[in-house]
């Protein structure tokens, strides 16, 4: 198993950044894909980005493509959500989460079903 704490959420004005982290413990974090999806009061959770075990390959949300960049380094057990030109529909809880059942290194989705550790999230609130 493994255990997921975000961090780094807060205020920020339109257009601002922000960098959310996801601290993991537990089992190796390099045996997971991980993701990062958010929902925002009354909304279903969304996905907003996703990196591979060994982080070669990233695929992003239409909505955040281009603004954010997932990353992750394997030896601080950490990986991180880099958010840039925050818009007011950004406002949301921030989750991140792991994926035990990808198999290949290169692996990634966009599904909240192919996640099964998910991390307590952290909320970005964009201000105008």
């Known amino acids: 198993q493994v255990q997921l704490v975000e961090s780094g959420g807060g205020l920020v004005q339109v257009g601002g950044s922000l960098r959310v982290s996801c601290a993991a413990s537990?089992?190796?974090?390099?045996?997971?894909?991980m993701g990062w999806f958010r929902q925002a009061p009354g909304k279903e959770r969304e996905f907003v980005a996703a990196?591979?075990?060994?982080?070669?390959?990233?695929i992003y949300a239409d909505s955040v493509k281009g603004r954010f960049t997932i990353s992750r380094d394997n030896a601080k057990n950490t990986g991180y959500l880099q958010m840039n030109s925050l818009k007011p529909e950004d406002t949301a809880v921030y989750h991140c989460?792991?994926?035990?059942?990808?198999?290949?290194?290169?692996?990634?989705?966009?599904?909240?079903?192919?996640?099964?550790?998910w991390g307590q999230g952290t909320q970005v609130t964009v201000f105008s």
């Open positions: 990196i591979s075990r060994n982080g070669a390959r990233t």
């Open positions: 537990g089992r190796t974090f390099s045996t997971y894909t």
């Open positions: 989460a792991a994926s035990s059942t990808l198999s290949s290194g290169y692996d990634v989705s966009a599904s909240t079903s192919r996640y099964d550790y």
